[in-house]
């Protein structure tokens, strides 16, 4: 099969390999689709994450073309989507329920250790039907299907914040993660939506994904924006957003999230960083504020598939490219453009 090989920053080999095996417990899908995600970016531009003959890829679809002996409730043709994170099952975080944190496991996921699905085909290990491996629904394209994956985070950090109808949540950044968090927010019963970027693309597509006022940090100061939109903090310092989330990756975009968030209100971090960040802990602790990380998904995948088929949230209006596989290179240079990139897709 032809698969994509990382070697070094910004460079990439199209390369034949052996096709996997499913093995008694795993499944082999034949990739229709697979994004890039921002991880992805960082490893192609800094070569962090991964190391050099990794397939890397993890937002994936596709039927499903050998099943494992052992695999139950899963046949050949079968459509199907997967959480790429393996995970060890024994370390205290596996046992509490939160798999996604894994102490040991996600050294050996999907991408990250195993090939990955910028290749024809993919395997999947211990495939369990409802677990790691889902079925996708009739009306679902396979593009929609790989984009559950961020779709399902941006769903963890969204339900994180807890929002309700009196909720006025700030989203920075609409990038995949960020526009995928306002209809999230949306979905989940959030009161106002306030999306910020610098993209017009990326604006235009949070008000047609829910947002209720879109800011251009072009043109507008983001914080006094939402200062203005809900009013003055406690001690005159920042605004009085209920939720923040923070989707940028840009440092003294997270600082003045601190800012915006009132006291004893909810922030929440989803993006990565690629240096240290100053801001202001001060305020966090005056404020008594709620700030938390969120990291990837636990339990999230069905909850997106079922918003999917029943219209709650939608997939395709976010990709905005779609790339064969040999021309990898030019889909990573894609998605790097934010000014005209989303999602960007390869089809093996």
Not at 69 to 90: H, I, K, N, Q, Y
Not at 281 to 286: G, I, L, M, P
């Amino acid at each position: 099969m032809r698969a994509g090989v990382f070697q070094a920053a910004r460079t990439f080999d199209i390369t034949q390999l052996d096709v996997p095996a499913a093995g008694r417990d795993g499944i082999v899908v034949q990739v229709a689709a697979c994004g890039i995600c921002g991880s992805d970016l960082h490893s192609y531009v800094e070569g962090v994450f991964v190391e050099p003959g990794q397939v890397m890829g993890h937002e994936f679809s596709g039927p499903i073309v050998e099943v494992g002996a052992d695999v139950e409730g899963l046949s050949v043709g079968d459509r199907v989507t997967a959480v790429p994170l393996s995970v060890c099952g024994r370390c205290p975080r596996c046992i509490e329920g939160m798999g996604h944190l894994c102490e040991t496991g996600l050294s050996q996921s999907i991408a990250y250790g195993l090939p990955g699905a910028f290749a024809e085909y993919v395997r999947v290990p211990k495939a369990v039907l409802g677990k790691n491996v889902f079925l996708i629904p009739d009306s679902v394209s396979d593009a929609a299907a790989a984009m559950v994956e961020p779709m399902a985070v941006a769903l963890h950090a969204a339900r994180s914040a807890d929002p309700d109808p009196a909720d006025t949540a700030v989203v920075i950044g609409l990038g995949s993660i960020g526009l995928n968090a306002v209809q999230m927010l949306k979905a989940l019963g959030a009161g106002r939506v306030i999306g910020i970027d610098v993209s017009d693309s990326r604006l235009a597509l949070a008000a047609r994904l829910g947002a209720d006022v879109i800011v251009d940090g072009r043109t507008q100061n983001g914080l006094a924006a939402v200062q203005e939109l809900t009013g003055v903090g406690v001690g005159g310092v920042g605004a009085r957003a209920d939720i923040v989330i923070e989707a940028s990756g840009i440092g003294a975009l997270l600082a003045e999230a601190v800012s915006m968030t009132r006291a004893g209100g909810r922030l929440r971090i989803a993006a990565l960083y690629e240096g240290p960040v100053t801001l202001d802990a001060n305020q966090v602790v005056q404020k008594e504020m709620s700030v938390r990380g969120t990291f990837a998904y636990n339990g999230e995948f069905p909850t997106v598939l079922e918003m999917l088929a029943d219209g709650r949230v939608t997939a395709e209006p976010l990709i905005t490219h779609t790339f064969r596989l040999d021309d990898l290179d030019a889909a990573f240079r894609a998605q790097l453009d934010k000014n005209s990139s989303i999602k960007v897709q390869v089809t093996p």
